[in-house]
């Protein structure tokens, strides 16, 4: 009896650590990074150099082009940016591998506070919002070995 309690004690703790991952329109998105959460774009290189960036946005590719993906060396990466516990938002293209990585941090890595970007740079670009170029942070990126 002691053991079943146990176990439905650490099943219940387990399901109310675990975070829901919160979509975000671009005011949201604005208003975030404004206040100092960080901002994972999970595109590739050749996506950031076509569309640009979201000012401030970490580079860190998730999928590459064939869709693969490391996702453990991938989080060690992401955890430079934001430790487990803390804030962060997540972007792509149009808002599908951002989910996909949201609920890899969420429900996978301990991540309590996950915000995926619904309409990605697709959405905040045809607002007009700023776009910055991804040249120097991609250079800084790859010479740093962290996108």
């Not at 990074?33 to 590719?61: F, K, N, Y």
């Not at 938002?89 to 591998?97: E, F, K, L, P, T």
Request: net charge positive; proline share 5%.
């Amino acid at each position: 009896m002691i053991r079943f309690v146990a176990t439905c004690c650490c099943l219940i703790l387990a399901f109310a650590a675990r975070a829901e991952v919160t979509d975000v329109d671009n005011a949201e998105l604005a208003k975030l990074a404004a206040s100092g959460v960080p901002l994972i774009d999970v595109r590739t290189a050749p996506e950031w150099e076509q569309t640009g960036i979201v000012p401030g946005s970490h580079l860190l590719t998730f999928f590459d082009t064939r869709g693969n993906a490391d996702p453990a060396a991938w989080l060690q990466k992401a955890k430079a940016v934001a430790k487990p516990g803390d804030p962060l938002i997540v972007i792509c293209r149009s808002g599908n591998r951002s989910r996909a990585v949201s609920k890899f941090l969420s429900e996978n890595a301990g991540y309590t506070k996950v915000y995926n970007v619904k309409n990605g740079i697709l959405g905040w670009s045809k607002e007009g919002r700023p776009i910055a170029s991804a040249a120097p942070v991609l250079a800084a990126c790859r010479r740093a070995r962290t996108c």
